[in-house]
Structures are given as structure tokens and as C-alpha cells.
């Protein structure tokens, strides 16, 4: 684990909400200079603490209306390999996240698609002939709040 300032936690949680923002910018910010804070972010990068950049799309605005919670519980535990099931459920474009978890649950999904009946599409033609699919629970969402993280 890497030793973080109060310096470098503040650009985190800058970055966290705008990745955007340039380091001559946030060096003012700081009150270091723009090469002293471009050093800081690389440093940070070069030990992985900063992943990547990503892009924070409207899902609403682009059509996508309905987000919904899966909680898959697989039928056959040891016949069907969790690849196999991993591989198959990644394929389906309207699955936003795959989350392996302990619980009642072997998956959480998060799908997104343009309204009930295009998710009840994809739930019974996509989902449900997944490989070792057993039970299913679903859980619409209302609204969500986001938040940059545990800095």
C-alpha cells in the first residue's frame, strides 16, 4: 500500500470528480506548481493507485431509461463453469456490470435497457438461457447517488 499525503488524497478526490481537470489547474488549487503536480499524478499512476480515466455517460439521455439489479443464483453449481457463465453474461451489451459475490446470490448484474418491456426482453431472451441460470431477483432502480469514494 502506497504512503498518501493530505496533498495526494486531495488531487484523488479532485480527480475522482473531474479527470479532466488539468494539472496546472489543480496545482494552483494545491498550491504546488503545474511540474509538481504532474509528478504527484504520475507517481500515483506509475503505482496503480490511479487506474484509468472513464467516461461518465447519461444513460437516461441516450435512452436507456430503466436500470435494474439482477441477483443470479446458479442452478448447477460445479457442472456449469463460472467462466462459461461470465464469458456468456459479459456478451450481452445491455449488462453494465458483472459482480461475483457471497450471498444469497453467486452474481449481482447491472442492466440497463429503454424501458420494462425491452429489460423484460432482455431478462427472458438474454439472461434466463444463460448457462446454469437458476434463480433470479430483480430490483428496479428508483434513483442513485453517487459517491467519489472512500478518501
Known amino acids: 500500500m502506497m504512503e498518501l499525503d493530505e496533498v495526494d488524497r486531495g488531487l484523488?478526490?479532485?480527480?475522482?470528480?473531474d479527470?479532466?481537470?488539468?494539472?496546472?489547474?489543480?496545482g494552483r488549487r494545491f498550491g504546488l506548481s503545474q511540474p509538481a503536480t504532474w509528478r504527484r499524478i504520475k507517481r500515483l499512476k506509475d503505482a496503480g493507485v490511479i487506474a484509468g480515466r472513464k467516461l461518465d455517460l447519461d444513460a437516461e439521455k441516450l435512452g436507456f431509461g430503466v436500470t435494474v439489479f439482477l441477483g443470479v443464483k446458479l442452478a448447477t453449481k460445479?457442472?456449469?463453469?463460472?467462466?462459461?457463465?461470465?464469458r456468456a453474461v459479459t456478451a450481452i451489451p445491455e449488462v453494465q456490470t458483472v459482480e461475483h459475490v457471497l450471498g444469497m446470490y453467486d452474481?449481482?448484474?447491472?442492466?440497463t435497457a429503454r424501458d420494462i418491456a425491452d429489460f423484460e426482453r432482455v431478462l427472458r431472451r438474454r439472461v434466463m438461457t444463460l448457462p446454469g441460470v437458476g434463480d433470479v431477483e430483480a430490483n428496479v432502480?428508483?434513483?442513485e447517488e453517487r459517491r467519489p469514494g472512500p478518501l
Open 141 to 143: 432502480l428508483l434513483s
Open 107 to 111: 452474481y449481482r448484474l447491472r442492466v
Open 78 to 86: 460445479g457442472r456449469v463453469s463460472l467462466e462459461d457463465f461470465e
Open 12 to 17: 484523488l478526490k479532485a480527480l475522482a470528480e
Open 19 to 26: 479527470a479532466t481537470q488539468s494539472a496546472g489547474a489543480l
